[in-house]
C-alpha cells in the first residue's frame, strides 16, 4: 500500500488527506500555513464541512493521520504525492498555476526514489505537462536522476456535501502517460471503492479538459433553468414544474435545474473564465460560455431589481436578508450572490438585518465598505423584526420551516423574496404575504 502525502491542505486537500486516512491509507498533510497546521494538530478544523470534525479526530488518533509544515520528511516517506493547492484566477481569467509549480518544485527538492505526483488542483490544460518539466529541472539542478510520474487527477467533491462526494464518487479520472502509475492510483483507490467507481484513464490533457468541462457544462445548466425561470415568471408559468418535468427525462437528468440568484462560489465562476482564456490561447471561442458568465451576472442584479419593484423606494427601507453564503452548508461566500445584491440594496438606501448560519466571520471581511448599513443578526427572528421584508438568498435548511406566527408576531414586514424558491406561492398569500419568488 503506497504511503500518500498530500500538499497543500485547504479544502480539497484536507478532505483528501482525512478520507483517504479513514479509507486505511497512511496518510501526511502538509501546508505553507504553519498557523492552520497548528490547529490541525489540536483537531482544530479551520474549515466548515458537516462531518470532517470526528473523522479528523479518528484518524490524527489512530495515527494513520499526520499534519506538518515539513515537506521534505512528507516527500521522503510516501510514494504518491498529491498537489492541492489554490489556482486563483489572474486579472485577465487565467488560472494562475504559480502554486502548483512551487508545490512541484518543493516536491522535487526533496525527492529520494520513485514517486508519482498527482495534479488534483483544476488546472489548465497542459499543466501536467509544466509539473513534469519543473521536476525534471530540479533534479537536473541537484545531479540527480530519480524516476517519476505525473498524474492528472482532477477532484469533483462540491462544498457541503465533501465527504459524501468524496466516498461515492460518479467517477474517478486518471489521466497519465505511464501504465505503471495507472497501477499506483489503482491501487490507492481501488483500496477504497473496491473498483466499484467507474474509473476513466486518460491522456494528461484530457483528464485536465474532463474537470473544465464538467464544471462548465453544470454551471450552464443552472443558468438555463435561471433563464428559463425568467421568461416562465413572465407567462405565468412555474419554473419548478418545468424543471421536475424536465428532469425526468434521463437525458437530461433532475439536478442542477433549481432556479435562483445565479451560480457562485469558488469554482465555477473562476473555471468558466479560465476555460475561456484556455480556448483562446489555441485559437478557439467558447461562445455558449461567455454567453453564460453574462447571463449569471445578470441574473444577480435581476434580483435586486425583483426586490426594488416589489418594494418600491428603498430608500429608508429595512430589509431581512437570510442567507449570504453561496450555498448552503459552507462558510463560503466567495462570488456569492450576496456580494453583489447586498451593496446595490444599500446603494439605493436599504438598511440590512444580516443573518447567516455560518457566513458571518467571512461576511464581514467582505462587506466592510457597507457594514454602516448591516446589522448582523443571531437568527431568523432577530433579522426579521420591524422589517419591512425579507429577503431568502441562500437555501440553508431552517430557512424552510420558518415560524410564520412568530414572525408575524415580530412586527417583521409581510413582504417575502424567496430567491431560492423554498415555499409556495399559495399558502404565503393566504398568510397575507407578498410573495416573489424566481420563475413563478
Ligand atoms: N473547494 C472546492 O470545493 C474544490 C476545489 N477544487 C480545486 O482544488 C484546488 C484547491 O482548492 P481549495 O482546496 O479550495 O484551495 P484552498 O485555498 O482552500 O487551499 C489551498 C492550500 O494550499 C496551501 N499551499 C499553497 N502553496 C503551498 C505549498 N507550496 N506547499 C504547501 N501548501 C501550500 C495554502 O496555504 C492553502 O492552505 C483548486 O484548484 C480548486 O479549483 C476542486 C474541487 C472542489
Ligand atoms: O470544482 C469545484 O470546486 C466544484 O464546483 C462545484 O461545487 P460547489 O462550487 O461546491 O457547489 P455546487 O453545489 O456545484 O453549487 C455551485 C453554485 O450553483 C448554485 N446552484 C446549484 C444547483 C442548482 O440547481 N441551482 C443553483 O443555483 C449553488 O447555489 C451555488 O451557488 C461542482 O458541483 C463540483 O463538482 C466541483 O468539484
Not at 396 to 417: C, M, N, P, Q, T
Amino acid at each position: 500500500m503506497p504511503i500518500l502525502a498530500v500538499v497543500g491542505t485547504g479544502y480539497v486537500g484536507l478532505v483528501t488527506g482525512v478520507l483517504l486516512a479513514d479509507f486505511g491509507h497512511t496518510v501526511t498533510c502538509v501546508d505553507v500555513d504553519a498557523e492552520k497546521i497548528n490547529k490541525l494538530c489540536n483537531g482544530q478544523i479551520p474549515i466548515y464541512e458537516p462531518g470532517l470534525e470526528p473523522i479528523v479526530m479518528r484518524n490524527l488518533t489512530c495515527g494513520r493521520l499526520h499534519f506538518t509544515t515539513d515537506i521534505r520528511v512528507a516527500v521522503e516517506e510516501s510514494e504518491v504525492i498529491f498537489i492541492t493547492v489554490g489556482t486563483p484566477p489572474k486579472e485577465d481569467g487565467r488560472a494562475d498555476i504559480q502554486y502548483v509549480l512551487h508545490a512541484a518544485r518543493e516536491i522535487a527538492k526533496w525527492m529520494n526514489g520513485y514517486k508519482v505526483i498527482v495534479n488534483k488542483s483544476t488546472s489548465p490544460v497542459g499543466t501536467a505537462r509544466a509539473i513534469k518539466q519543473t521536476i525534471h529541472q530540479v533534479l537536473h539542478e541537484r545531479g540527480v536522476n530519480f524516476p517519476f510520474d505525473v498524474v492528472s487527477n482532477p477532484e469533483f467533491l462540491r462544498e457541503g456535501t465533501a465527504i459524501q462526494d468524496f466516498m461515492h464518487p460518479y467517477r474517478i479520472v486518471i489521466g497519465a502517460e505511464n501504465p505503471h502509475a495507472i497501477e499506483r492510483m489503482k491501487a490507492v483507490y481501488g483500496f477504497c471503492y473496491k473498483n466499484e467507481v467507474p474509473t476513466i484513464e486518460a491522456n494528461l490533457e484530457t483528464a485536465e479538459m474532463i474537470k473544465y468541462a464538467s464544471n462548465a457544462y453544470l454551471a450552464m445548466k443552472v443558468t438555463y433553468i435561471n433563464e428559463i425561470a425568467n421568461v416562465c415568471e413572465k407567462m405565468r408559468a412555474d419554473i419548478q414544474l418545468v424543471a421536475e418535468a424536465m428532469g425526468l427525462d434521463q437525458r437530461i437528468g433532475p439536478s442542477f435545474l433549481k432556479a435562483g440568484p445565479g451560480y457562485g462560489g469558488s469554482c465555477f465562476p473562476k473555471d468558466a473564465s479560465a476555460l475561456i482564456r484556455m480556448a483562446e490561447d489555441c485559437g478557439e471561442s467558447l461562445q455558449l460560455v461567455e454567453a453564460m458568465i453574462k447571463s449569471n451576472q445578470l441574473q444577480k442584479l435581476r434580483m435586486v431589481d425583483k426586490i426594488r419593484d416589489g418594494l418600491g423606494d428603498l430608500a429608508g427601507k429595512n430589509i431581512a436578508i437570510l442567507g449570504i453564503t453561496f450555498k448552503p452548508n459552507t462558510d463560503d461566500i466567495r462570488e456569492s450572490p450576496a456580494l453583489v445584491i447586498l451593496p446595490r440594496l444599500v446603494e439605493l438606501g436599504a438598511k440590512l438585518r444580516v443573518y447567516d448560519p455560518c457566513g458571518r466571520i467571512n461576511g464581514e471581511r467582505a462587506f466592510r465598505d457597507i457594514l454602516d448599513s448591516i446589522a448582523w443578526c443571531g437568527d431568523i427572528y432577530e433579522a426579521v423584526s420591524d422589517s419591512d421584508a425579507t429577503v431568502i438568498l441562500t437555501d440553508w435548511d431552517e430557512f424552510r420551516s420558518i415560524d410564520f406566527d412568530r414572525y408575524e408576531s415580530l412586527h417583521a414586514g409581510k413582504v417575502l423574496f424567496d430567491l431560492r424558491n423554498l415555499y409556495e406561492r399559495q399558502p404565503m398569500t393566504e398568510k397575507g404575504f407578498l410573495y416573489f419568488g424566481v420563475g413563478k
